[in-house]
């Protein structure tokens, strides 16, 4: 006589896909006796279970962290708990009642006197196809939950990985399992991934490595998407025409400029026909702390390497963030970017021979910053390296002190993270306005607003040579490396100094010889090396405290 419990393994796919690979593992006797034994089959160590239920076959190391399941607490109901951390699992019906992961069933049998258990493995295709569906548990469960599941999300790319699939799938599955659920489009998570990504492919020293710059995009997609509902876009479709998609985006019609991307795609014609109306939208206003352009063209490369599958979610995310991005040059501070682009583009030739230099734009407000540009806009790549050199010279000399502060007015809330955008924000200009030349007074003026707005919270009398980097491309790799384990517990932050590095990376790259070369690569050292004050509690009080009594 023989007791089988073949039909409820469904957790490990059903006996039709797969041959049955029968092994003799203990005597019966044995297992009444002692009531739970563990068997080794190779590499599998097995939990063996008598109840009054019957006997049921699982693995021993609990699905949650591996520690051993023989010493949980097993009731008549049969329900096992793994007494660590509380995680329950119904071995009559395979579910998990508390905790996430599925605990793998084996099917059992008796014959004769001995035992035997069915230890094959499902396909490679069921096993990734399961490693991707616990993924996409995660992602549900953190809708309903305050954090994420971190460690969940490593062990379902591991398994992916260690099944033969590949990572990559698992970033393009939670890119469509979010891409609807941020309510003004594309986020960090979205702007900094193909960076992660060059970084696992470049540098990482081992598959840990490769996976952990995996699992750093998932996990920011996970979190900046949690608790949040879908908002869905219009299935509209139009004929897709680049003046009108950029003019619906300045429109801010996210409707408009939703049906231009899906007659794009639909038509099958080339993507890169979006690039153009993309990069007018974002430099057409100083607009989000220069995101927009940064977004551009990371989404854009994140596209290119992920595939045409990945396509429409990611566009749709950014043409929603281009569409409700806050324009700044609304703003006194920056109100005069409108006209001096006006003049750009208006008034004859400056015939200024003299080219101009990093220290012309130091301690000039955002206006002075603009017209200082337009002495020099008949050289837009000597101008950019001016720009690009301010604004690595004011990242070196960043006053730390404004960070620390706790008695400033809301307009004065400047940190390492905002400071550092003059540089990705530049990055993204060059490699726009390379493509579209026609874009760089936009791009410039917009670096001189970065470069005008820090000005005021710099220290230039500050000693920082202990900051200089002799090596550029050691220093890049050694960093690189080190970012796999950053230990920065927000996401934002290790987003911020992915981007920076990358961003860097790049223009040294492009131009090893110019003249911001030692102060860019010092100012990035310093920002990887010094302590960010995140959390602002007195300084936020007495804002919130000052704000409401003014209301009158």
Request: aromatic share 10%; charged share 25%; with cysteine.
């Given at each position: 006589m023989s007791t089988a419990y073949a039909d409820k393994q469904e957790s490990v796919?059903?006996?039709?896909?797969r041959e049955p690979h029968w092994v003799d593992v203990c005597f019966a006797e044995k297992l009444r006796e002692r009531g739970s034994l563990i068997v080794k089959v190779g590499r599998k160590q097995i939990l063996l279970l008598q109840t009054d239920k019957g006997l049921f076959a699982c693995n021993n190391r609990c699905p949650h962290e591996g520690y051993p399941l023989k010493e949980g607490t097993l009731?008549?109901?049969?329900?096992?708990?793994?007494?660590?951390?509380?995680?329950?699992?119904?071995?009559?019906?395979?579910?998990?009642?508390?905790?996430?992961?599925?605990?793998?069933?084996?099917?059992?049998?008796?014959?004769?006197?001995?035992?035997?258990?069915?230890?094959?493995?499902?396909?490679?295709?069921?096993?990734i196809a399961k490693a991707l569906g616990n993924l996409k548990d995660c992602f549900r469960r953190n809708r309903t939950e305050s954090g994420i599941e971190y460690d969940?999300?490593?062990?379902?790319?591991?398994?992916?990985?260690?099944?033969?699939?590949?990572p990559l799938d698992a970033v393009?599955?939670?890119?469509?399992?979010?891409?609807?659920?941020?309510?003004?489009?594309?986020?960090?998570?979205?702007?900094?991934?193909?960076?992660?990504?060059?970084?696992?492919?470049e540098l990482a020293r081992d598959e840990d490595e490769a996976l952990a710059a995996v699992l750093e995009?998932?996990?920011?997609?996970?979190?900046?998407?949690?608790?949040?509902?879908?908002?869905?876009?219009?299935?509209?479709?139009?004929?897709?025409?680049?003046?009108?998609?950029?003019?619906?985006?300045?429109?801010?019609?996210?409707?408009?400029?939703?049906?231009?991307?899906?007659?794009?795609?639909?038509?099958?014609?080339?993507l890169s026909r979006i690039d153009r109306p993309l990069a007018q939208a974002a430099l057409a206003h100083y607009s989000d702390f220069g995101h927009s352009a940064i977004y551009v063209v990371k989404i854009q490369d994140l596209v290119e390497r992920l595939g045409i599958s990945v396509a429409e979610p990611l566009f749709l995310a950014l043409i929603r963030q281009?569409?409700?991005?806050?324009?700044?040059?609304?703003?006194?501070e920056f109100r005069d970017y409108g006209p001096t682009l006006d003049a750009w583009r208006t008034q004859g030739s400056s015939g200024g021979a003299v080219a101009p230099k990093a220290s012309d734009f130091r301690g000039l407000s955002a206006r002075q910053a603009m017209a200082k540009c337009l002495a020099f806009k008949e050289d837009p790549r000597a101008l950019f390296d001016a720009l690009l050199g301010a604004a690595a010279w004011n990242?070196?000399?960043?006053?730390?002190?404004?960070?620390?502060r706790s008695d400033n007015n809301v307009d004065d809330n400047v940190g390492w993270l905002s400071f550092t955008h003059a540089i990705t924000f530049a990055n993204a200009v060059r490699v726009l306005c390379d493509r579209h030349p026609d874009l760089w007074p936009q791009g410039l003026l917009q670096m001189a607003c970065f470069v005008g707005r820090n000005n005021a919270y710099v220290d230039g009398d500050q000693d920082v040579s202990g900051w200089n980097v002799p090596e550029p491309a050691a220093f890049f790799a050694a960093e690189g490396r080190a970012l796999f384990d950053h230990g920065q517990?927000?996401?934002?932050?290790?987003?911020?100094l992915v981007k920076v590095l990358a961003a860097a990376r790049q223009e040294v790259e492009a131009n090893p010889n110019a003249p911001w070369v030692s102060d860019l690569t010092a100012s990035v050292n310093r920002f990887f090396h010094t302590p960010i004050k995140r959390k602002h509690v007195i300084r936020t009080m007495r804002q919130s405290r000052k704000f409401v009594a003014l209301e009158g």
């Amino acid at each position: 006589m023989s007791t089988a419990y073949a039909d409820k393994q469904e957790s490990v796919g059903s006996p039709a896909s797969r041959e049955p690979h029968w092994v003799d593992v203990c005597f019966a006797e044995k297992l009444r006796e002692r009531g739970s034994l563990i068997v080794k089959v190779g590499r599998k160590q097995i939990l063996l279970l008598q109840t009054d239920k019957g006997l049921f076959a699982c693995n021993n190391r609990c699905p949650h962290e591996g520690y051993p399941l023989k010493e949980g607490t097993l009731t008549e109901a049969c329900i096992l708990t793994c007494n660590w951390h509380n995680w329950k699992f119904d071995l009559e019906s395979g579910e998990t009642l508390t905790g996430g992961d599925k605990l793998r069933r084996y099917p059992i049998e008796v014959r004769g006197d001995r035992i035997w258990l069915d230890v094959s493995d499902p396909p490679s295709s069921e096993l990734i196809a399961k490693a991707l569906g616990n993924l996409k548990d995660c992602f549900r469960r953190n809708r309903t939950e305050s954090g994420i599941e971190y460690d969940r999300i490593a062990r379902e790319v591991a398994r992916l990985e260690l099944t033969g699939g590949d990572p990559l799938d698992a970033v393009r599955a939670a890119i469509e399992w979010t891409y609807d659920r941020f309510e003004f489009g594309a986020t960090h998570a979205m702007g900094g991934a193909n960076d992660w990504l060059t970084l696992g492919a470049e540098l990482a020293r081992d598959e840990d490595e490769a996976l952990a710059a995996v699992l750093e995009v998932i996990g920011h997609l996970a979190w900046d998407s949690r608790l949040r509902p879908a908002y869905p876009f219009t299935q509209e479709v139009e004929t897709f025409d680049a003046e009108t998609l950029f003019k619906a985006i300045e429109a801010e019609d996210e409707d408009l400029s939703v049906a231009q991307l899906r007659g794009l795609l639909s038509s099958g014609e080339d993507l890169s026909r979006i690039d153009r109306p993309l990069a007018q939208a974002a430099l057409a206003h100083y607009s989000d702390f220069g995101h927009s352009a940064i977004y551009v063209v990371k989404i854009q490369d994140l596209v290119e390497r992920l595939g045409i599958s990945v396509a429409e979610p990611l566009f749709l995310a950014l043409i929603r963030q281009l569409t409700y991005a806050f324009r700044e040059d609304l703003i006194p501070e920056f109100r005069d970017y409108g006209p001096t682009l006006d003049a750009w583009r208006t008034q004859g030739s400056s015939g200024g021979a003299v080219a101009p230099k990093a220290s012309d734009f130091r301690g000039l407000s955002a206006r002075q910053a603009m017209a200082k540009c337009l002495a020099f806009k008949e050289d837009p790549r000597a101008l950019f390296d001016a720009l690009l050199g301010a604004a690595a010279w004011n990242l070196l000399h960043f006053d730390r002190g404004v960070e620390q502060r706790s008695d400033n007015n809301v307009d004065d809330n400047v940190g390492w993270l905002s400071f550092t955008h003059a540089i990705t924000f530049a990055n993204a200009v060059r490699v726009l306005c390379d493509r579209h030349p026609d874009l760089w007074p936009q791009g410039l003026l917009q670096m001189a607003c970065f470069v005008g707005r820090n000005n005021a919270y710099v220290d230039g009398d500050q000693d920082v040579s202990g900051w200089n980097v002799p090596e550029p491309a050691a220093f890049f790799a050694a960093e690189g490396r080190a970012l796999f384990d950053h230990g920065q517990f927000e996401y934002i932050v290790a987003c911020h100094l992915v981007k920076v590095l990358a961003a860097a990376r790049q223009e040294v790259e492009a131009n090893p010889n110019a003249p911001w070369v030692s102060d860019l690569t010092a100012s990035v050292n310093r920002f990887f090396h010094t302590p960010i004050k995140r959390k602002h509690v007195i300084r936020t009080m007495r804002q919130s405290r000052k704000f409401v009594a003014l209301e009158g």
